[in-house]
C-alpha cells in the first residue's frame, strides 16, 4: 500500500492517480480516502493527476 512518512515513524496512507495539474482531496470526520473514488476515477480520465490521503490516525480498512 502506498504510504507517506510525514514525520519519523509517522506514515499515511495515499492514492496517486493519473498524471497533470495535481488536485489533492482530503476528506473530513468520519470519512477516508475512499469517499473520493468516483471524483479520482473522473478526474485522472480527464487529464489531472489527483492525489487523495488519509489524515493522521484515520486507519483504513
Known amino acids: 500500500m502506498p504510504f507517506l512518512e ?4 509517522v506514515r499515511v496512507f495515499a492514492q496517486d492517480w493519473g498524471s497533470g495539474k495535481p488536485i489533492v482531496l482530503v476528506h473530513g470526520w468520519p470519512f477516508s480516502h475512499r469517499m ?4 479520482m476515477l473522473n478526474l485522472a480520465q480527464h487529464g489531472y493527476r ?8 484515520w486507519a483504513i480498512g
Not at 473520493?36 to 471524483?39: A, C, L, N, P, S
Open 50 to 57: 489527483v492525489v487523495a490521503l488519509d489524515l493522521r490516525g
Open 36 to 39: 473520493f473514488e468516483y471524483q
Open 6 to 9: 510525514v514525520d519519523s515513524g
